[in-house]
């Protein structure tokens, strides 16, 4: 099992060398939000602009970074679901929630991975939008 200290030196990795090459100076990691799973760590990040101004458009879109274990590459955890069960499913062997693609006028198409979101999409595109399976 990777100890906390390494798991966010390969979250840091990862956005400044992949994720936010461009940015990699802004990046500033949380490591007191770290949180082990049996799948992994995750740990938070922020932009030092963020952290200095407070304005929403300047943080992160998403701000959790997965670390497995097993040694496999770190990656942005999904917005949903929420962490902790994102976390669970990878523990028992889950991969992935099916998708579905919303196909709406102006976009090539958008991908959700729930039934909900989904219904939230397709009623807020109105008319412009259509779906499959």
Known sequence: MLPKNEAVAAAAAYLKTFAYPDRADSVVMLPDTAIEFIYGWTVR????EHLE?????????SS??????????????PTFPPTEEYMEM???GKQSLPSVVIHCRGFDRVTVRSRRTMARATTSLGPWASTSG
């Open 64 to 77: 959790v970074i997965v670390v497995p274990h097993d040694g496999t590459a770190a990656h942005f955890a």
């Open 45 to 48: 990040f922020d932009f030092k």
């Open 53 to 61: 101004t407070g304005a929403p458009a300047a943080a992160p879109f």
């Open 90 to 92: 990878r523990a028992s």
